[in-house]
C-alpha cells in the first residue's frame, strides 16, 4: 500500500481527485486527509519510507516524527530538513525524475532508517536554550551589543 497522510497543500485539484478515485484505491493508494494522533502514530510505525516532498516548510514536524522512530526518510531539499536530518537521509530537489529513481532504488533495495539523534529538538531542550540566550542579553550592559 501507498499510504498518504495529511491535508490537501497541492494546488492541482485534478491531482486531489485522482488521489479519491476508486481507481487509486484499487491501485492500494491511500489518502487519510486529517489523521487522528492514533492514526499518525500507526502510519509512522508501520511506514517502510517516509516521504516529504514540499516547497517550503516552516519546521517539518512530520520529519521529525518519523526520525524518532528510526524511518528511513527521502525529503525536499531544504535547509530545515538538512538542520533536522544531518547526513542521515536522503534529499532530493523537486525533480519528478529524482523522485522517481529514488522510488525505484529504494523498492529493488529497502534500507533501514539512521538513527537521527533528535534530543536537541526537544521541547525542554528548545525551552533551555531560549531561557539561557534571555538571560545572556539582560546580564548584558546592552542588549543590542551582542548582535
Known sequence: ????????GWEDP???ETLRSPESRALG??????PTDVELAHMYEKCALFLFSSLYEGFGIPL?????????AIVTDLSVFREI????????KLEEKLWTLS??????KPSLGKKVDIRKFYRSTAAKTVSD??????KSKNPLETR
Open 133 to 138: 540566550q534571555i538571560r545572556e542579553v539582560l
Open 1 to 8: 500500500s501507498w499510504v498518504i497522510g495529511g491535508k490537501a
Open 29 to 34: 493508494i491511500i489518502w487519510i486527509e486529517s
Open 64 to 72: 521529525l516524527e518519523a526520525l524518532s522512530l528510526q524511518k528511513p
Open 14 to 16: 485534478k491531482f486531489i
Open 103 to 108: 522510488l525505484l532504488n529504494f523498492s529493488k
Open 85 to 92: 536530518g544531518g547526513n542521515k537521509i536522503q534529499y532530493l
